[in-house]
């Protein structure tokens, strides 16, 4: 495990149980694709209408069949459930970026078909947040119209060799429409799955986000040849010092003691959703720069970090993708194209923005 050094501990330490529940209709969706939008573009009104969608969610019973005191309360949990079980089949794979798109996706599907929201998924464009000194006063962490700020300060543990560089919060949100719920999340740490409430919490770390979250990291990001490239870009190594734009977003709001930064139940905080929107805007944004080639392009280990293939192969347009009872599987095949709309796959959205890549 020696190549897993410095991934921190939640990272490492878990073995997955796979269990395929039953699946659900395939996505309906409209001809025309609904369009993503920067969530500081929103008006307040539609703020508020995403907002009230996500607390709709959240208390929404869950679909998982009920085991031995469980923490899948909600239909929000469901996804929560889904991200920890698979967790080690879904990152650092060839298929990461095509199973959380799906999974922001069916989100997005959730918050329109069970709680009547009528927009489309906003992204979190966090390069306008960045350098790090104006990383705090993202509109995002708004305390009125957004998703509320840091967690209140905890002292490290100067120990843990997994601590977050430039961490500074750790502790319960203090504001915003998520502050003051001693069970906002019942899962995890890690891949615990057995009922735990706990408070959100979150843990700044400006320094990472701005290291890891400016305009030239998505630059370097865009400028990849090939998916391959363009992945492992991304994604990152298993250490701090290696991330990409996605440990970025997870470490710069979750440092080391807040939930979306804990790979498996990363996705109980809410803003999970809004960062991966932008993730998946960025592949969009790649994809887009040589459409005609790159809607088919696809490589990368089927089995977590294994990029020489020695215990298995790559991931093929024809690789399966499931979510639990919140979806019916698909393929990668099926989501390389966001706005197939039933004839080119399974996903109808488009962006109403794109990273141009600069010369
Ligand atoms: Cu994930």
């Known amino acids: 495990m020696q ?12 073995t997955l149980l796979y269990t395929s529940i039953l699946t659900s209709a395939h996505p309906q969706h409209g001809q025309k694709p609904i369009v993503r939008k920067e969530w500081r573009t929103l008006s307040k ?22 085991f031995n005191n469980t923490g899948v309360i ?53 390069t306008l947040d960045t350098p790090a000194d104006k990383w705090a006063s993202s509109p995002v962490f708004d305390p009125v119209t957004g998703f509320g700020g840091n967690g209140a ?10 601590e977050v560089p430039g961490r500074t919060g750790g502790g319960c949100v203090q504001d915003g429409p998520f502050a003051g719920i001693a069970d906002f999340v019942h899962l995890g740490p890690m891949n615990s ?22 305009k030239n990291q998505t630059q370097l990001t865009l400028a990849a ?21 996605h440990g970025g977003g997870h470490y710069g709001v979750g440092g080391t003691y807040g939930q979306i930064g804990d790979l498996y139940v990363s ?12 993730l998946d805007r960025v592949w969009w944004s790649w994809q887009k720069l040589n459409l005609k080639t790159r809607l088919t392009d696809i490589s990368g280990p089927i089995i977590l970090m294994d990029y020489d293939n020695l215990k298995g192969g790559n991931v093929t347009l024809e690789f399966p993708l499931s979510l639990g009872v919140s979806a019916a599987n698909v393929t990668v095949g099926d989501v390389m194209n966001i706005a197939g709309c039933g004839k080119n796959g399974a996903l109808c959205y488009e962006y109403d923005k794109v990273y141009k890549l600069q010369a």
């Open 3 to 14: 190549f897993l050094k410095g991934i921190r501990s939640s990272w490492v330490l878990a």
């Open 45 to 66: 009104h539609d703020k508020a209408s995403y907002i009230k969608a996500v607390k709709c969610i959240l208390a929404k019973p869950a679909l998982t069949p009920a």
């Open 74 to 126: 909600s239909r929000y949990d469901d996804l929560v459930y889904t991200h920890i079980q698979q967790t080690f089949d879904i990152h650092y794979t060839g298929h990461f970026l095509a199973w959380h798109r799906y999974y922001v996706a069916t989100y997005e599907r959730m918050l329109r078909d069970e709680c009547g929201y009528k927009g489309a998924q906003p992204y979190w464009d966090w």
């Open 153 to 162: 300060f905890v002292a490290g543990d100067p120990s843990n060799p997994f």
């Open 193 to 214: 799955v057995t009922y735990n409430p706990q408070c959100l919490k979150r843990d700044f770390s400006p320094y990472f986000a701005g290291r890891y979250l400016a």
């Open 225 to 245: 040849p090939d998916f391959g490239w363009f992945d492992k870009i991304v994604e990152g190594g298993p250490s701090f010092e290696a991330s990409g734009i």
């Open 267 to 278: 996705p109980a905080d809410p803003i999970f959703y809004l960062h991966h929107a932008n």
